[in-house]
C-alpha cells in the first residue's frame, strides 16, 4: 500500500493543499493521500514539528509523512528526505524533523531539476519527491546524502528539589494545553499563570469550568477545562512556564 501523509501550514480556503495533491496523482493515482491537519499556525515550525512527532507512528512502517510549513521557502534551506525510524519525510530543512530522529537516520538533499516556483515548492518539489519514494524510487535517486541538517531540541523539563519546571509546547484545537511534563512522572498538581491546578484521570472529573490536570494521550501532561478551552481562560501562549508538584 502506498501511502503519503500531509501536513501543513496551507490552511483550507486556497488552492495550496489541492495542488499538492494533484501534482501527487499525476505521478500515481492510487496513492493515499491522508490529511493530517493544514491548519497549523502559519510558519509555525515548532507546532508542525510536535505534531508530527505525535501522529507519525500510527501510520504503517514505509509511509512517506510530507510536511510542508516552510517560511523560508525559495532561500538556501535545503528541500530534504529522511528515512527515520522505518518511516520516511519530506519537506524543508527548517528543523521541522527535528523530533523523529533515530540513529540509523538516512537524509539526502532533494536534487531539481525542473523549472519551480520560489513561492510553492510544496507544490514543484517536495510532491513529487514524495509521490516517488512512495512508488519505491531510491532516495539515492532523488538526491546527494547529507550530514548537516537543522534541528533543535525538545523543550527540557529542569528539576529544583520536588518541582519540574517545565512549559506549553502545544495548544490544541479544543485550547487543552500540552506541557513537556512526560506522563512518566507522578504530581500533586501544576501551577500555571498562577493557578493551582489538580490532576485528575479524565476529562469530566473537572465539574464546571474547573481547570485540571491529565496524562494527555502525546505521552504528556495536559492542562484542560471539560467542555471549555483552558486556553482562552488562562489567557496562554505557547511557552507558558508550568510548575509540577512531584508526589514523593
Known sequence: MKIISFLSDFGEVDWFVAAVKG????????????????KI???????????LSSVYTN?????????????GVGSKRKPIILESNSYFFVGPDNGVFSYVYDEKVRVYSIDVDIKMSNTFHGRDV?????????????????GKKVDDLQRFEFPRVTRQDDRLHGEVVYIDHFG??????????????????????????????????????LKGSTGYYEIVINKHSAKESLGVKLGEKTIAELIN
Open 23 to 38: 501534482e501527487i496523482l499525476k505521478i500515481d493515482p492510487d496513492i493515499r493521500v491522508i490529511d493530517i491537519t493544514h
Open 41 to 51: 499556525e502559519p510558519h509555525d515550525i515548532r507546532s508542525a514539528a510536535f505534531v
Open 59 to 71: 501510520f504503517p512502517p514505509g509511509t512517506v509523512h510530507l510536511v510542508v510549513v516552510d517560511p
Open 126 to 142: 517536495f510532491a513529487p519527491a514524495a509521490a516517488k519514494i512512495a512508488i519505491g524510487k531510491p532516495l539515492s535517486g532523488l
Open 176 to 213: 487543552n494545553l500540552i506541557t513537556n511534563i512526560s506522563n512518566d512522572h507522578k504530581i500533586k498538581h501544576v501551577v500555571i499563570a498562577g493557578k493551582k491546578v489538580l490532576v485528575k484521570k479524565f476529562y469530566s472529573q473537572g465539574g464546571g469550568r474547573q481547570i485540571i490536570c
